[in-house]
């Protein structure tokens, strides 16, 4: 299988802490991609790396990336309630989705 | 305005009936997609159209048919639906560079019972 794979699946974790998921994947990348998914609503695009960048920021989310490794991963930190959804790192280039970490984050 | 909009949301019907799901984007994007989610939130594509013509074709039955009219538009038909089709079926588009950002709409939530 080309899909990525995501760990954790699943996160549970208190208002205020940080966040950590990780994605590993299988194919050449140009970029890698994190996406979140409320409930019910489709995906939501949040942040681009590119595969000559190590690390990138936006906000709250911080973005990695080890190509020697093919893997990914998303910190968010000072979670919040609202940030409760599922979390897809992607490989566009390839139309390749992972498996997805779901995060609840609990007041 | 939204970007990317398909209809219905949501759609219950019978096997071996013919279904079909409208999408639309507004982003002046030359390529559209559909993608199947199944309930374990695994994400595949299913057909890629690139200005009006088709680009991908993953392992999809022949009883889905995807048509798009013009470049702002593409519909996915299905014939003789079976329960395994149940799932969410999400339309979206990118501009045609490979590994640009993708936009998909809100989805559409098929039942087949």
């Known amino acids: 299988s080309q899909q990525g794979e995501e760990d954790p699946q699943a996160l549970s974790i208190q208002e205020g802490e940080n966040a950590t998921m990780n994605c590993s994947y299988k194919t050449s990348i140009n970029n890698l991609q994190w996406y979140r998914q409320n409930s019910g609503r489709g995906l939501v695009h949040l942040i681009l790396i590119r595969s000559n960048e190590r690390e990138k920021h936006s906000g709250r989310l911080r973005v990695t990336l080890d190509t020697s490794k093919k893997s990914s991963s998303l910190l968010i930190t000072a979670s919040r309630a609202a940030d409760t959804a599922s979390y897809f790192c992607?490989?566009?280039?390839?139309?390749?989705f992972g498996q997805g970490t779901t995060l609840q984050v609990k007041p | 305005d939204t970007a990317v909009s398909q209809t219905p949301k949501y759609l219950v019907t019978q096997m071996g009936n013919d279904k079909s799901i409208k999408c639309e984007q507004n982003?002046?994007?030359?390529?559209m997609y559909w993608y199947k989610q199944d309930s374990k939130k695994f994400l595949k594509i299913m057909f890629s159209y690139n200005n009006k013509e088709l680009i991908i074709n993953e392992t999809v039955p022949n009883r889905f048919s995807p048509k798009s009219p013009d470049k702002a538009h593409l519909n996915l038909h299905i014939n003789s639906l079976e329960l395994g089709d149940s799932a969410v079926y999400f339309c979206?588009?990118?501009?045609?560079?490979?590994?640009?950002?993708?936009?998909f709409g809100e989805g559409s939530w098929l039942t087949v019972v």
């Open positions: 982003l002046g994007h030359d390529t």
């Open positions: 979206a588009s990118s501009a045609s560079e490979a590994g640009n950002t993708i936009y």
């Open positions: 992607a490989n566009t280039g390839k139309l390749i």
